[in-house]
């Protein structure tokens, strides 16, 4: 008997998942745990592994769909078994790929031209004797009387030869006449030549025929997966709040002998990221009004912080949620920050895990970069940005001046929840922290200061 493979529940919130692609075709013979498809929730890309071992006999569903969770998305088993009872409702049959069609089957004129044709024909091919082809589309024919060409003369690249409007573009922009082959390749797979093919004259065979839309020497690739969701989320973002970034940098001379004591002393090793998280933590704690989601016609202020680290993947950015940080000591918080990061890594993290954040830190530092202004992870309220390591002066009690090592940082904020001066509290709470007592708990002093 066949077995299902269905779509596992990515996490208590998601009640579905889109089908990016599949792995294999219908007949292929797969072992358990084999890749079968990439699936995706609106926060981040799972691969969809086979559960038994076997030939593929059916595939429910087609690339893009929107597929319910639990939901069967395949059938594995042996050659010939029914699977017709295994198929969810709402899934088209799947077949076998079809093997591509001989140039003699082809649908084409009458009296196909002979193999000399692709490189010898000397008339345009976008021309045919009138009453040869299978209509005119009202869009195409209003597009062709405005630049004043005959439809009638025209050969149709649309369904059974009909003319569509590419065609009356096509005419009109001069582009190439196409050979025979590559007018049944626009026909049935909806493909443009270039301005100027590999043919004699210019002609445009079939291995010039492109996806429309392509641009000549540039790699097309569709918008899809995270990086689709990416796009999506950034430019909500950016039309649905008021950015605001204030920008600072910190001392690392009190971090940096933090650390080297820590080191000695023989505890675990924590990150100059980790530090920053921790004072993230502690300065909100006095300006709890950062910690917040604004909502439109109301703001959420969380009591706990939520706290989202950017972390760069292989298969785009991820924002992993490190729930009660605020509840954690400097080692917890370090230790938790790391295993989400891995989990994004590996592709292993939950979806649960990628939401409910309360405020965002993104580094960049690792990268060279100094400073950048980073987008709101809405519908948060801030979210804070950390450069690359820059070598300063400043100005000792005495007058002298002395060179030392900063951090540089950017506040992003939403001015239709924060204004300019609160956020610019916060980042004097959080540099004075993290100069005078990073890694501890934020003392009275620092908090008046």
């Not at 319910?68 to 088993?77: E, H, K, Y």
Request: hydrophobic share 40%; with cysteine; aromatic share 4%.
């Amino acid at each position: 008997m066949a077995t299902p493979i269905i779509m596992p529940r990515q996490g208590q919130s998601v009640e579905s998942c889109i089908l990016t692609e599949w792995k294999v075709e219908v007949g292929h013979e797969v072992a358990e745990g084999e890749v079968l498809a990439v699936i995706e929730t609106d926060k981040a890309s799972f691969d969809l592994e086979s559960t038994a071992s076997g030939k593929v006999l059916a595939l429910f569903w087609e690339a893009d769909d929107d597929v319910p969770v639990l939901a069967n998305v395949a059938a594995i088993g042996e050659e010939g078994e029914n699977v017709d009872d295994l198929r969810p409702a709402g899934a088209e049959p799947s077949a076998p790929p079809a093997a591509d069609p001989e140039p003699s089957s082809s649908p084409g004129p009458a009296n196909p031209p002979g193999p000399a044709t692709e490189v010898t024909n000397s008339e345009p091919s976008h021309f045919a004797s009138a009453g040869s082809g299978a209509g005119i589309s009202p869009r195409a024919r209003k597009v062709a009387m405005r630049h004043g060409i005959d439809p009638e003369t025209l050969e149709g690249s649309g369904p059974g030869g009909r003319v569509i409007e590419r065609d009356v573009e096509a005419a009109r922009l001069g582009r190439p006449r196409l050979s025979a082959s590559a007018a049944v390749r626009a026909r049935e797979e909806g493909l443009e030549p270039p301005r100027r093919g590999s043919g004699l004259a210019g002609m445009a065979l079939a291995s010039d025929m492109k996806q429309p839309g392509a641009i000549e020497g540039a790699e097309i690739q569709p918008v899809k997966g995270i990086r689709k969701v990416i796009a999506e989320r950034m430019m909500q973002s950016l039309q649905s709040t008021a950015q605001l970034t204030l920008h600072a940098s910190f001392e690392l001379t009190a971090a940096q002998a933090f650390r080297k004591q820590r080191q000695e002393e023989g505890k675990a090793k924590v990150s100059l990221n980790d530090l920053i998280a921790h004072g993230i933590i502690q300065a909100l704690s006095s300006h709890p009004q950062m910690n917040a989601h604004f909502l439109g016609d109301r703001i959420a202020t969380f009591e706990k912080v939520h706290l989202g680290v950017a972390v760069d993947t292989p298969k785009g950015l991820l924002v992993p949620v490190v729930r009660d940080a605020s509840d954690l000591s400097l080692d917890d918080l370090s230790s938790s920050i790391k295993k989400v990061a891995i989990a994004c890594r590996e592709g292993t993290i939950s979806p649960d895990d990628l939401s409910g954040g309360s405020f965002t830190l993104t580094n960049l530092g690792m990268l060279g970069v100094e400073t950048f202004t980073p987008v709101l992870n809405a519908p948060e309220v801030a979210i804070l940005g950390v450069g690359g390591i820059t070598l300063k002066p400043k100005r000792l009690e005495s007058g002298e001046v002395v060179y030392a090592d900063f951090l540089p940082l950017s506040l992003t904020i939403d001015h239709q929840a924060i204004d300019g001066a609160p956020a610019a509290r916060f980042l004097q709470t959080f540099v004075s922290h993290l100069e005078q007592n990073p890694g501890e708990e934020l003392s009275k002093t620092i908090e008046e200061a």
